[in-house]
């Protein structure tokens, strides 16, 4: 199906892209499809074909042109061309990019599910429970796990601790809304804004690293 949804944000962009298509559907999407086809190959599984071809149809979309995802050492993504920072994300039926011009994106879709309560202890912090209290528990749980791995990945540091290192502040979980976040293993102790979205099928969050004054992402 063509683009599910968009979040813009000043110069944020996010899409989510539900995939409905076969792999020959999404192959047939590219017009160059050869500057992927080395990557291409090495996946054996229709899940994750499917998943790999819908991140990158989904970016063409939201950039108007084909684009090469390459890797840092740690496994980040970036863009070849160097246009634009990127993430992205995916889960049972949708991926998800975030692009932004200038600074690093981070952003995480969640399925919908009850899994979540039965590891609630890796990555909730005490602190953290009366906003998971206050609302839909699976989708509190949800969100504060999503949002942490959004601020991992805006963070690159494969040190962090969920518990230890990253806290979410106190917030009524809603449909869609903003809540602040911290992280405790740099010097910076940046503080985020993470933007997020609830669905039946998912949880989205996303943020970027533009940093203002006090360390927080300011949207407008």
Not at 80 to 89: E, L
Request: net charge negative; hydrophobic share 40%; aromatic share 14%.
């Amino acid at each position: 199906m063509p683009l599910y949804r968009t979040y813009k944000k000043k110069d944020l962009i996010v899409g989510v892209w539900k995939v409905d298509e076969t792999v020959e559907q999404l192959c047939a999407m590219f017009h160059q499809f050869s500057i992927y086809e080395a990557d291409f190959q090495r996946f054996t599984s229709d899940k994750r074909k499917l998943e790999w071809l819908a991140v990158r149809v989904l970016l063409k979309t939201l950039c108007g042109e084909e684009k090469e995802i390459a890797y840092h050492s740690s496994g980040k993504p970036y863009l070849v061309d160097g246009s634009a920072y990127i993430s992205f994300s995916h889960t049972n039926g949708y991926v998800a990019v975030a692009l932004h011009p200038s600074v690093a994106v981070g952003v995480d879709i969640e399925q919908y599910g009850n899994r979540v309560q039965r590891v609630a202890s890796r990555f909730v912090r005490d602190d953290e429970w009366p906003s998971i209290v206050a609302g839909d528990e699976i989708y509190a749980l949800l969100l504060h796990w999503s949002a942490k791995e959004t601020m991992f990945k805006l963070m690159d540091d494969v040190a962090v601790d969920f518990i230890k290192h990253l806290q979410i502040f106190p917030f009524e979980p809603k449909e869609t809304g903003t809540f602040n976040a911290c992280e405790y293993r740099s010097e910076k102790k940046q503080k985020f804004q993470i933007h997020y979205d609830t669905h039946t099928d998912y949880v989205l969050t996303f943020a970027c690293s533009e940093l203002i004054g006090d360390n927080a992402i300011r949207f407008s």
